[in-house]
């Protein structure tokens, strides 16, 4: 079985880190405040314990939430399988139902193409698309692969020096 880690945009990850730093300060605020506040003095002691509860729940929830999507988030290609997994989401594709993979060369995008008509963009690095290209027409030599070059509209800086 080969995998090939998600690539996030840097805007992602940094939304991710800083998601991850709120939830440690929000455990940190919570201890603090169940540290400092009085719960005897409570009229009733069940709406407060019910509170701090939940107020450690979200923040560990969400923990586990960004967490996963920095470990789990993949794409694996086991024998006649594709599976993708983006955090706790996972997919499973039949290599057989896929018939077409294009590389745009333009928008440097990989998009697999399904019988059914569904398109999906594989969002790996950039130096794996071959890699992952071969290991899905190892699978399924039917698959039809094609490249959409860049092209030039004939304002190339070297055209002009000429």
Do not use: H
């Not at 005897?40 to 939940?54: C, G, H, S, W």
């Amino acid at each position: 079985m080969k995998k090939f880690k998600y690539k996030f945009t840097k805007l992602t990850l940094s939304l991710i880190y800083a998601g991850i730093a709120l939830c440690f300060a929000g455990l940190g605020i919570n201890v603090f405040r169940i540290i400092n506040d009085n719960i005897d003095e409570a009229a009733n002691i069940v709406y407060p314990i019910i509170q701090y509860t939940l107020f450690f729940l979200i923040p560990i929830i969400l923990l586990i939430l960004l967490f996963s999507l920095l470990l789990a988030s993949y794409y694996s290609i086991d024998g006649n399988t594709l599976k993708t997994s983006f955090g706790i989401i996972k997919s499973k594709y039949d290599v057989k139902d896929i018939q077409t993979i294009l590389l745009d060369r333009a928008t440097n995008k990989l998009s697999v193409g399904m019988s059914n008509g569904t398109v999906f963009i594989i969002v790996v690095n950039e130096e794996w698309y071959q890699e992952f290209i071969d290991a899905l027409c190892r699978s399924n030599p039917l698959i039809e692969y094609s490249i959409n070059s860049k092209e030039s509209d004939g304002n190339d800086k070297d055209d002009k020096k000429k």
